[in-house]
């Protein structure tokens, strides 16, 4: 089994800076992709930014130099840096990590949820 807990999310001001972290537990040999989603209310769940196990990263066009995504292997943990942030950021951010379990098993895990309220 592989968990995934989410931090950092909160309130932040228009203009403001907010950075997520999603760190994963249990039965990992390796992760693959790791990637952020949002979701706000009465929308679909939309793709922000992924990043490969070789470090590779690609953003959604509404994010594109404001955003960052990394990553620290040793810790299994994915970060989103997000600056300038503006109203329209508001969402429930997920992460989701591509696991190869100690079974040489690939499962994608969902964390739980956190949200992010961006005030004007």
């Known amino acids: 089994q592989v968990q995934l807990v989410e931090s950092g999310g909160g309130l932040a001001q228009s203009g403001g800076s907010l950075r997520l972290s999603c760190a994963a537990s249990?039965?990992?040999?390796?992760?693959?992709?790791m990637v952020w989603y949002r979701q706000a209310p009465g929308n679909e769940r939309e793709l922000v930014a992924i990043?490969?196990?070789?470090?590779?990263?690609d953003y959604a066009d509404s994010v594109k130099g404001r955003f960052t995504i990394s990553r620290d292997n040793a810790k299994n943990t994915v970060y989103l840096q997000m600056n300038s942030l503006k109203v329209d950021d508001t969402a429930e951010y997920f992460c989701?990590?591509?696991?190869?379990?100690?079974?040489?098993?690939?499962?994608?895990?969902w964390g739980q949820g956190i949200e992010v309220t961006v005030s004007s």
């Open positions: 990043i490969s196990s070789g470090g590779g990263t």
């Open positions: 989701r990590m591509d696991v190869v379990t100690t079974s040489r098993l690939t499962i994608s895990y």
């Open positions: 249990g039965s990992i040999f390796s992760i693959d992709d």
